[in-house]
């Protein structure tokens, strides 16, 4: 398990359409298209991943591209959802992610590599983060104003700076538009679960004879949620069994656990060897009561309470013997039933599933859970030019965008609780309970305090909502020295308020004062007591009332804002020629600075919420100033072998106030034998500059397992004697170590260096001439490597370093762990590890792409209509995390899905007025990873493939309106349960892999004017 949670704690192809191919251009996932060879004219073209014109879209980096028609041919309302079905994708937050933990928005992941380092852009520049982690929220972007979306592959910092590591996303808005257009869109699946809708519009004109042009666009979009006891996969929050033939399974009512057992058995099996990891939660919304073995309650005494106790079912199977409270390998604890009355506890066997109906004990939290979230986003978005001469273009872009998703999570779990039987308390539970009295009476120090766990299901659902305000302002002028020389200067200003606030919190202290009746054991009012403070009943389901919910309800609150301020600006040209073409080159420099300010409320910042840990202000700012070239070199052209050979390079210098200067550079060449084929190749080395959360994090709290080195039955007389002085002389003599874990609070690192990455792609381009229609075909191999990686070192690092070595002789502590590890001189016990971060480990993912266009013209067999044909296929042959292997496999919790391959296959028919398209995603079985080797034989267990088919139907019902019709997942494929979904996942499933819905629909309709 230490390899899975290190995992989850990290975490020219280009297919654009030249005038004539535009039609011709699959609407599928493109990467390359290329333009016709009898086109009179070629345009000057710039690709993402270079800043170089070209004559034609062929970069030597690949470069995979999303268009417009793919957006609406897939009813796409939000990128997320698009983006992660391209096989370079591995998914990250999306529309599932309830309780997603990390970021609170929508973020894509380009080959598992972690959101951070992947780098957003919009329109080829940067654009402002959405949290301190650097991170960019795609619920920004809306999907209906895209253009295109190119997605390179590989490190790109040479052109575009830090964090394109992974690669590079760059949304390319649609401008320069001419008239109004409408679209409204409505969609859900066929039971009416999560309907979703949008209104967008797009105005545009040209002004001053044609020398300025100003496009607006406005968008309104909402989702509705759904709660997992829609579905029966997600009703229930299942218990793991292995079954006979020692795989796993999930199962969500006693019958079925206790028919997997009887399974399980009848195989040959002894019953004792029954693997079983329980459902649900065993913090109920009725109460535990602990029995401390010290201070006991009576046997006798309960079993006289009646036939609760004397006779119960402690399995929640009814083909074992009842039991008696207290015999030999029961549970001593007590909890209530429905009705309120004091039982036993019932949370083995069969009643490790939450089936409250069937007398189980536990808790299940899943019908509290979205499945998927509710969402609402506003845009509004005006893009301009004006031609100020002929020569000199001003080109503007405001935007801004409000985005809020919610997400619900099962009420606080208080766990540990102590209540007091002071003369309030008492009277509270000899009145409304009791039997409950009468078992505290029946300890050997009846009045001592006991201990409980609760669910504060009358405060009601945790419930979250994260607003997004983002607004951009770009300014860009654009010019001509030469004919071949052109300059450009950008000056840009971001602005991203995130707010997160959440209902239905627990104060901590509020329920500490409860559960002692708001008085001390004398009777007299405790000291610090909050306003209204009224006696705590949490004996039982139900039991709080309004005065008391009112008393323990608290909101949170937490803003971040990201200001960034950029200026940039370059010339390019050609610099000379040579008998193959001229020589291109580009000079850059650029300004960017960056301030992020995290503040939260103080219910929170001392740790006051129940179930949550303090969580600190952070506050800082990098900035860097920056100098890059780029060079493009033909070699040979026009000649045998060599019908184009050349060379790309690009070097970039950046200096940041946080790690000082960095350097990066690229190196790439391409060889097309002949026309119709071409090899090319890319080397790059790339950085990430750390993030102001890793840089300044400020002490956020935590508990961490440990184990003492200082315990005596673990530790020599020289170790104690060092023990000793690191805590102010106390004796460790007879010490031992009173809790498994230990407090630690989290602070950056100012310094960390960058983290590094070199990346290689080498591919091939194939496209023969076909006698019917026009192929054209990719592969490319990747391989990126990325070092350095900033890594959390905790509480267990910092006592192995001050304690690893201090018994040796001599002894050689570490100076800066006995520095972070705080021990209390009165007890010897360790208060609390202040923990920080390094460079340490690596990444490296290696892989193949393989992507296939095909399109025939019907013409070519005397039929009508035109048939398009795409295929993008991936293949990674290695995920390697730190020496541990992870392509293929698969664990349930955000960017766990890590396919060894996947493919996207789509086909397009056109005919008439009428475009008729479908698209198959399949990817494999997985390597499941998170429950281990299969439990008989140690062979490996699989998650099951997953296999999706889309059909949409697009009508051209005038020239001015446009009818498209979309059904998901045609054959209503149901969503599987997997093992790895009940601890690590949602909804006993993968939400990343699988779909959660079955058939779903949309419906939308384009107006023109």
């Not at 809306?142 to 190119?150: C, G, H, M, N, W």
């Not at 996969?233 to 033939?245: K, T």
Request: proline share 4%; glycine share 10%; charged share 15%.
């Amino acid at each position: 398990m230490s390899n899975l949670k290190y995992r989850r704690s990290l975490l020219a192809t280009t297919m654009i359409s030249g005038a004539i191919m535009a039609a011709a251009a699959s609407p599928a996932f493109a990467q390359e298209t290329q333009t016709s060879d009898d086109q009179a004219t070629v345009e000057d073209v710039v690709v993402t991943g270079s800043r170089i014109v070209r004559q034609d879209f062929a970069a030597i980096s690949p470069v995979t591209t999303v268009t417009s028609e793919t957006i609406e041919l897939t009813a796409t309302l939000t990128v997320e959802n698009l983006l992660n079905q391209l096989p370079s994708v591995v998914a990250g937050n999306m529309n599932t992610s309830n309780n997603a933990g990390g970021e609170e928005f929508a973020t894509v992941d380009l080959r598992g590599l972690g959101a951070q380092r992947t780098l957003v852009l919009v329109n080829g520049e940067r654009v402002p983060a959405s949290s301190t982690t650097g991170v960019v929220d795609l619920n920004t972007i809306p999907a209906s104003l895209i253009e295109r979306v190119e997605v390179v592959t590989g490190g790109a910092s040479a052109v575009y700076g830090s964090d394109a590591l992974a690669g590079v996303v760059n949304f390319i808005l649609k401008d320069n538009f001419e008239g109004a257009e409408m679209n409204v869109s409505y969609g859900s699946d066929f039971e009416g679960n999560s309907p979703e809708y949008e209104i967008n519009g797009l105005f545009g004109g040209s002004f001053a004879n044609g020398r300025g042009n100003l496009t607006t666009y406005a968008s309104y979009y909402k989702r509705e949620g759904t709660y997992q006891s829609e579905f029966d996969y997600s009703a229930v929050s299942g218990a793991v069994i292995v079954r006979p033939d020692g795989t796993y399974g999930v199962v969500d009512s006693s019958q079925e656990f206790n028919d997997a057992r009887q399974a399980w058995i009848d195989s040959g099996q002894t019953a004792g060897s029954f693997y079983f990891y329980s459902g649900g939660s065993a913090t109920s919304a009725w109460g535990t009561v602990y029995n401390n073995a010290n201070n006991a309650f009576n046997v006798a005494a309960l079993n006289g309470l009646g036939s609760n106790f004397s006779s119960y079912d402690h399995d929640c199977n009814p083909a074992t013997p009842n039991v008696t409270y207290g015999a030999a390998g029961v549970s001593r604890n007590l909890s209530f039933n429905p009705s309120g009355a004091l039982t036993p506890i019932a949370n083995v066997g069969g009643c490790a599933v939450p089936d409250r109906a069937a007398g189980s004990s536990r808790y299940n939290f899943a019908p509290d859970n979205y499945l998927v979230i509710p969402a609402e986003r506003f845009t509004i978005s005006t893009i301009g030019h004006y031609d100020i001469t002929d020569d000199i273009r001003l080109r503007v872009q405001l935007n801004y965008v409000n985005s809020t998703q919610q997400v619900s999570l099962a009420p606080t779990p208080a766990t540990g609780l102590t209540v007091t039987l002071t003369p309030a308390m008492q009277s509270l539970i000899s009145t409304n309970h009791p039997d409950l009295w009468a078992a505290l009476q029946s300890r050997p120090n009846p009045l001592a305090s006991f201990t409980m766990d609760r669910r504060m299901n009358e405060v009601g659902a945790r419930t979250g909502e994260s607003e997004n305000n983002a607004l951009s302002m770009l300014g860009t002028l654009t010019g001509k020295f030469t004919d071949t020389w052109d300059w450009s200067l950008t000056a840009s200003y971001g602005l991203n308020n995130f707010t997160s606030t959440g209902e239905n919190s627990t104060n901590r202290t509020a329920l500490a004062q409860g559960l002692a009746g708001c008085q001390d054991l004398a009777g007299n009012a405790l000291v610090g007591l909050l306003p209204n403070c009224v006696p705590l009943d949490i004996f039982g389901e139900g039991t709080l009332t309004d005065s008391m919910v009112n008393f323990l309800t608290v909101p949170t609150f937490a803003t971040t804002e990201i200001r960034e301020k950029r200026v940039a600006g370059f010339v390019r040209g050609s610099l000379f020629n040579l008998p193959a073409g001229p020589i291109s080159a580009v000079f850059g420099a650029e300004y960017r600075e960056s301030k992020a300010d995290f503040r939260v409320d103080d219910m929170q910042r001392t740790g006051n919420i129940f179930g949550f840990n303090a969580i600190q202000n952070q506050a800082g700012s990098v900035d860097v100033s920056e100098v890059y070239t780029e060079v493009a070199i033909p070699l040979l052209a026009d000649l045998p072998f060599a019908n184009y050979v050349g060379l790309e390079a690009g070097a970039r210098y950046s200096d940041y106030n946080t790690i000082g200067g960095v350097d990066t550079y690229k190196v790439g060449a391409e060889w097309a034998p002949v026309d119709w084929m071409k090899f090319r190749a890319m080397y790059n080395t790339a950085v990430r500059a750390p993030s102001v959360f890793e840089l300044f994090q400020n002490g956020d709290q935590g508990f961490a397992g440990y184990t003492d080195p200082c315990a005596s039955n673990n530790a020599d007389a020289a170790l104690l004697a060092f023990c000793s002085a690191q805590a102010g002389g106390y004796d460790f003599s007879n010490f031992t170590q009173a809790n498994s874990q230990t407090e630690a609070f989290a602070f950056g690192n100012p310094n960390l260096a960058p983290e590094e990455a070199e990346t290689t792609t080498i591919g091939l381009v194939f496209q023969p001439q076909s006698p019917v229609g026009t192929f054209r075909a990719s592969v490319d191999y990747y391989d990126i490597e990325i070092t350095n990686l900033v890594a959390s070192l905790g509480a267990g690092y910092w006592i192995n370093d001050c304690y690893g070595n201090a018994g040796s002789t001599p002894p050689t502590p570490g100076a800066e762990g006995c520095s972070r590890v705080v021990r209390d001189p009165l007890t010897g016990q360790i208060d609390y590890v202040n923990t920080s971060r390094t460079n340490l480990g690596y990444q490296r993912t290696k892989g193949y792409d393989f992507q296939l266009d095909y399109v025939i013209d019907g013409v070519d067999f005397g039929m009508p209509g035109r048939l398009r044909i795409n295929e993008l296929f991936t293949y990674v042959d290695s995920l390697d995390y730190d020496g541990d292997e992870y392509a293929g496999t698969s664990a349930a919790y955000i960017g766990g899905g890590i396919f060894d391959w996947k493919s996207v296959l789509s086909v397009s028919y056109d005919i008439s007025d009428f475009t008729f398209f479908a698209r198959w995603t399949y990817i494999p079985e997985l390597e499941d990873i998170a429950f281990g080797s299969n439990y008989i034989d140690g062979s490996p267990t699989y998650t099951p493939s997953a296999n999706y088919l889309d059909f949409t139907t697009r009508y051209n019902v005038s020239d001015n309106l446009q009818l498209t019709a979309f059904i998901g997942n045609v054959f209503d494929k149901t969503t599987p349960q997997i093992a790895s979904g009940v601890p690590y996942g949602q909804a006993n499933t993968d939400t990343q892999v699988y779909r959660t819905f079955g058939r779903t629909f949309n419906v939308s309709l384009k107006a023109r004017f």
